[in-house]
């Protein structure tokens, strides 16, 4: 579904990321875990278009897609959400999402018709509003919801466009103990049938969602393998985890 | 009920608007008229700043472009119907927009206000020198204003300052419907998410230049028509008048004063302008020393114009009412 090939990258001379080779098949959920500063959000960044990397190729569906702009992929069937909020902050819950529908839908520079009357779209934004559990929530600007249900919206907004592959950057950080919960339930449910890469910092999260996990540090790819291949991985432990279970 | 109290404000509203030039006499229904012209403006200006977030200072290069394009079709091709040349007018403006686009939507903020500022000097400069075409400093002058004629019900003479005022408020009353309109397309909900935050729109799929340019065809397209409508009205275009960076800082003046926030603030702004333009050009030489000291007050104390204190009062009163009433009954 997804390969990099030798991406590589750098900021003002500082190697950010090395020879990065990932591969995410088809209908798995892969987790990209690592220490602060490993390279995570940078390789999303990379494989979503913000950035074109120095070096390496990125490969979506077997289609080269190296420096794709963001709306190129989302059309192709990419969906990102980003750690830090990127939503719409003026606009209602209900708007937010409304826009995803309409770019899912295609309508892009409909200047004739009120988009309040598209009765399917405005329906089919009611039905993801139910999904992600914001209904109540339905007319309150994003900038005033609360960090959880916030965090719901931007996940939705990654969502809400139907990708094939959907790309979370840490979408439960900042919740409570519970709202995690509730956030990776809904992950579950909504990825389902869906590829999905998501970068987590919370252990217990990556460790009951994800089918395989790659180690990112300082750049470079330390391991890749199936949780329990990273539980028992030396080098993995030295460099990340073994703080974490101590 | 609302519903009726509506229509009816809006027809006796109608009434009002269509026998006001009979009461007031002319020099006041040329000033409606002077009105409903930055009324336009104002409002095409605001679909960029309201709504798209860029705030343009050279508005003028799209108004001028309108009313030199009017008036240099009335000048050469004499018998040009009226509606056509207003169209004449408006496509001269999209079209200056159209070959602006690629750079000015490349960039937003500061450097569009400087960009926009600086192709706006540029036109007025350019339009200053090209003396054979624009007559420079002294402007085209004396061409003909065409009657409007409706096929069915007559030929109306706009040389007539009534018709003229009918005929600026009925294109004011379309163009705001049609921007109304934009606003509430899938379209116009693209426009604000760019406003809000670009880098999302990109990633839920649209292309956000495309619609910057599109919305900055479209927001010169109204600032040409008012363009055309000030050339018919003036019977006189020039560089001072139709180019000159004052001409791009009146609507932004307008809109704040009436409120960037809503969609009807700029027409409320036009409307104050003018009245305190009235009111105080009786009294007073420094007119815009007045204006100047308004705006600055309010962007210091009603950033959210005319329309935003009123909200605010809204707001107040209906909390003080419902306190009120919730005192009443406990017991």
């Given at each position: 579904m997804l390969e990099t090939q030798g991406l590589c990258h750098d900021f003002g001379g500082l190697q950010v990321l090395s020879h990065v080779h990932l591969q995410v098949k088809e209908g798995e959920r892969h987790a990209i875990i690592g220490p602060n500063g490993a390279g995570k959000t940078t390789l999303f960044n990379i494989i979503t278009g913000t950035y074109r990397p120095r070096k390496g190729k990125i490969l979506f569906r077997g289609k080269d897609i190296t420096g794709a702009r963001p709306h190129a992929l989302t059309r192709q069937g990419m969906g990102r959400?980003?750690?830090?909020?990127?939503?719409?902050?003026?606009?209602?819950?209900?708007?937010?999402?409304?826009?995803?529908?309409l770019s899912k839908r295609g309508v892009r520079f409909n200047l004739v018709r009120s988009v309040d009357r598209m009765k399917s779209i405005q329906e089919e934004t009611e039905e993801v509003l139910r999904q992600i559990r914001l209904e109540e929530e339905r007319d309150i600007p994003a900038a005033y919801l609360s960090h959880g249900k916030h965090r719901s919206l931007e996940v939705g907004l990654a969502l809400a466009t139907d990708p094939d592959l959907v790309m979370l950057d840490e979408p439960t950080s900042g919740m409570s103990r519970d709202e995690t919960h509730h956030a990776v339930e809904l992950i579950r449910s909504l990825t389902e049938g869906k590829t999905m890469v998501i970068i987590e910092h919370d252990m217990d999260v990556v460790f009951s969602l994800a089918d395989r996990i790659t180690v990112l540090h300082h750049g470079e790819v330390l391991a890749c393998g199936t949780p329990q291949q990273i539980r028992d991985n030396p080098a993995v432990r030295d460099a990340y985890l073994g703080d974490l279970e101590r | 009920m609302k519903r009726k109290l509506r229509y009816g404000a809006l027809g006796g509203g109608l009434i009002l608007a269509l026998l006001l030039p009979q009461v007031i006499g002319i020099v006041y229904t040329n000033i409606l008229v002077q009105f409903a012209i930055d009324a336009v403006y104002a409002l095409s200006l605001n679909l960029l700043l309201g709504y798209g977030g860029l705030l343009s200072f050279g508005h003028a290069m799209f108004f001028g472009a309108g009313a030199y394009a009017t008036a240099l079709v009335l000048t050469h091709l004499p018998g040009f119907p009226l509606l056509a040349v207003v169209l004449v007018g408006a496509c001269a403006a999209a079209f200056l927009a159209l070959i602006l686009s690629p750079l000015l939507v490349r960039v937003s903020g500061t450097a569009f206000a400087m960009l926009t500022l600086a192709f706006g000097q540029l036109f007025y400069v350019f339009s200053l020198k090209y003396r054979e075409v624009t007559r420079g400093e002294d402007g085209i002058a004396g061409f003909p204003t065409p009657?409007?004629?409706?096929?069915?019900?007559?030929?109306?003479?706009?040389?007539?300052?009534?018709?003229?005022?009918?005929?600026?408020?009925?294109?004011?009353?379309?163009?705001?419907?049609?921007?109304?309109?934009?606003?509430?397309?899938?379209?116009?909900?693209?426009?604000?998410?760019?406003?809000?935050?670009?880098?999302?729109?990109?990633?839920l799929g649209f292309k956000v230049a495309h619609s910057k340019a599109l919305l900055l065809i479209l927001s010169a397209l109204f600032a040409g028509i008012a363009g055309s409508l000030f050339a018919l009205f003036q019977n006189l275009v020039s560089v001072d008048g139709a180019l000159h960076v004052f001409v791009s800082f009146k609507p932004i003046m307008m809109a704040y004063i009436g409120g960037i926030g809503s969609f009807f603030g700029p027409i409320l702004g036009s409307g104050l302008f003018h009245l305190l333009e009235e009111l105080t050009s009786r009294y007073v030489r420094h007119v815009d020393l007045i204006k100047g000291v308004v705006f600055i007050l309010v962007v210091l104390f009603a950033p959210g114009g005319i329309v935003g204190v009123y909200r605010r009062a809204k707001a107040r009163i209906g909390g003080w009412m419902a306190t009120r009433s919730g005192e009443g009954k406990t017991p």
């Open positions: 959400s980003f750690q830090i909020l990127s939503t719409l902050p003026r606009l209602t819950a209900f708007q937010n999402l409304r826009l995803a529908i | 009657s409007l004629s409706l096929p069915g019900i007559g030929t109306i003479d706009l040389s007539v300052p009534a018709h003229f005022y009918y005929f600026a408020l009925a294109l004011l009353a379309l163009c705001a419907w049609a921007m109304w309109f934009l606003t509430r397309t899938p379209f116009g909900s693209v426009i604000v998410g760019i406003r809000d935050n670009p880098q999302r729109i990109d990633y």
